[in-house]
């Protein structure tokens, strides 16, 4: 037995309980097994391990000493033997980076299933699937398997297949997907691409096969043409019936959608969940090259069992996210106004909160671990998002670049052909910058990530043929467009019911309620003499005289409390986007709407 062979047992579907049986020829005297307690990609601390129950040891002489050193990893003594480990796991997890079992759908990440042997991890590691408990035979009687972890052995698709990864690595970052799916494939190349989507769903296969193929043209267009060792991609969409969220891998990526963001039949015009879903195949495709082949230097290699910090997450993530939706406009799957609208939104969330003058994107990058990850209720004071911000940055240097016979995608094709072997430091994008002999940019760029404070939109957009203005919002979630009502008094604070109760949650520094002395978690009761509801308060604030102090009623825990507020209205932050040239603007959008 060469290397390490891990079999994935469904043992039983109610409790979600998966049965790891894995087994290797020992090297070594005493072995170190690990699991890794993060998934690239996701910056946090998920400690998988706390779901491993009644792991065991032996070999062919009987059970063998596995001891325990820390929250993940284990100290197993052999006796030269082949070793046999066994371990259950609870899968339970409605996300894209652990492990998540019912009698519908079996989502697997082996990062968060399959031990390490430390001193195997560069030998190959096999997998396959088994299923012994009779009630879950018949459930998964007609399931399939769907991954781009190579096959070595069986019919494609089949669960009795057998799966080999090269090493280690290879093997935590090939997502399977088991059940009843449908799959379309298209190429791209000569590539092989496969589109997997889980459950049985009313949508239009054909629109989201075309649709997606048009994004994966123009993202590979950015790089110039795909990376040289992809022979296949998968796009294994997990359909349920809430959520959302995507996690890029080497030669798939496991998508997350509601059931009603797919494409509806026989509709010309798609709604926006669609568009929104199409924007996440574009961000997890293009992280094909930025980021699980080129990335950050302080990441080779990946080291799983704690953080590892990078203050380059606004480039990967950030300019990812501004070219997710471009490629919606460029590839004409959205309209010119569509895609400005969307960019109406992003500027209006960045600029809106606070934090955005408190935290530079590299302290956001280096702390997403801790915070990025970990948001409370004051994060939009205290946090920003390498994502959002990073994609205005973005949008920025763009358009800077393109003023000197430049843009951003020769740029990162350039850091991608110039880094791929060794990974970016922190100043290479700036020393490429200084190498086009565009100083002024590079420490523009300094400026814009090392800095807390406002990005010169207004100054710069109107050389991608837009002009940049601001209105005060109607209530706390108007984000885009433009209003003509005149502005209602507010309150600076999102609001959360729980029943019948309309409690504080995210407060805004320097707003009219936390001048009137309100805190997150305050139940609000009355405004002026009149009960608060979720519906009466937008009212009362229209209604009030603005500028007027009015007794504001809440419970603070068990004590009640009179504030007194004064009702003003939002400062002007809704961005509202107009073309002032639209030659302009069509040569950066490379269309002509």
């Avoid at 001891?67 to 082949?82: F, H, M, V």
């Amino acid at each position: 037995m060469s290397g390490v062979h891990y079999q994935l047992t469904l043992a039983d579907l109610s409790s979600k309980t998966l049965l790891v049986t894995m087994r290797f020829q020992p090297t070594h005297a005493v072995h170190l097994l690990q699991l890794p307690a993060w998934i690239p990609g996701s910056y946090m601390i998920r400690n998988f391990a706390r779901h491993i129950m009644q792991i065991h040891a032996y070999d062919k002489n009987g059970v063998l000493m596995l001891q325990q050193l820390d929250k993940q990893r284990w100290q197993l003594q052999c006796n030269g033997e082949p070793v046999t480990v066994e371990y259950q796991v609870y899968a339970n997890d409605l996300s894209v980076r652990a492990a998540f079992v019912d009698d519908e759908v079996a989502v697997l990440n082996p990062a968060c299933l399959c031990l390490e042997v430390e001193t195997l991890k560069e030998h190959a590691h096999q997998l396959t699937l088994h299923f012994d408990n009779p009630d879950v035979k018949r459930v998964t009687k007609y399931w399939r398997v769907a991954t781009a972890l190579p096959r070595i052995q069986g019919e494609p698709l089949s669960l009795d297949a057998i799966y080999q990864a090269t090493n280690y690595q290879h093997l935590i970052d090939s997502p399977l997907m088991l059940g009843v799916f449908t799959l379309q494939q298209f190429d791209l190349d000569g590539v092989p691409h496969y589109i997997a989507v889980s459950g049985q769903n009313l949508f239009d296969e054909a629109r989201l096969l075309r649709d997606v193929k048009t994004l994966c043209q123009a993202q590979r267009d950015v790089f110039g043409g795909l990376p040289e060792d992809l022979d296949q991609y998968w796009f294994l969409l997990w359909v349920t019936e809430s959520g959302y969220g995507g996690l890029e891998h080497q030669f798939s990526t496991l998508l997350l959608c509601n059931r009603f963001d797919l494409p509806v039949p026989a509709l010309e015009q798609q709604d926006e969940a669609y568009h929104t879903l199409l924007g996440l195949f574009s961000h997890e495709y293009f992280h094909t090259w930025w980021v699980k082949r080129l990335k950050p230097s302080c990441f080779h290699p990946y080291q799983l069992a704690q953080e590892q910090y990078s203050q380059q997450l606004w480039i990967y993530e950030g300019f990812t996210s501004y070219f997710d939706d471009l490629a919606l406009v460029q590839a004409g799957l959205i309209s010119q106004q569509q895609y400005l609208t969307q960019l109406e939104k992003l500027i209006t969330r960045v600029t809106r909160n606070p934090s955005e003058q408190v935290q530079s994107l590299t302290d956001s990058s280096f702390t997403a671990w801790t915070k990025f990850y970990l948001q409370d209720e004051n994060a939009v004071n205290s946090v920003v998002s390498y994502y959002a911000k990073g994609a205005l940055v973005a949008l920025l240097l763009d358009a800077q670049l393109r003023q000197h016979g430049y843009d951003l995608a020769l740029l990162c094709r350039t850091l991608y052909q110039e880094y791929l072997d060794t990974g970016t430091a922190d100043d290479s994008i700036f020393n490429l910058l200084d190498k086009w002999q565009l100083p002024q940019i590079a420490e523009q760029l300094r400026q814009w990530v090392n800095q807390a404070r406002r990005l010169p939109l207004e100054s710069i957009l109107p050389s991608l043929g837009l002009s940049l203005d601001w209105r005060i919002p109607q209530q706390f979630d108007d984000i885009c467009g433009s209003n003509d009502k005149i502005p209602p008094a507010a309150l600076g604070c999102s609001l959360k019911p729980q029943g019948s109760a309309l409690l504080v949650h995210q407060l805004y520094h320097g707003s009219a309620g936390q001048k009137a002395g309100l805190m997150a978690g305050d139940q609000l009761l009355a405004l002026a003499g009149f009960k608060i509801t979720e519906s009466s308060l937008p009212q009362l604030l229209r209604r009030l005289p603005l500028y007027s102090v009015q007794p504001l009623v809440i419970f603070r825990k068990d004590r009640l409390l009179t504030l007194s507020l004064t009702l003003d209205t939002a400062p002007a932050n809704v961005a509202m986007l107009r073309v002032s040239n639209q030659n302009r603007l069509n040569r950066w959008l490379n269309t002509a709407d």
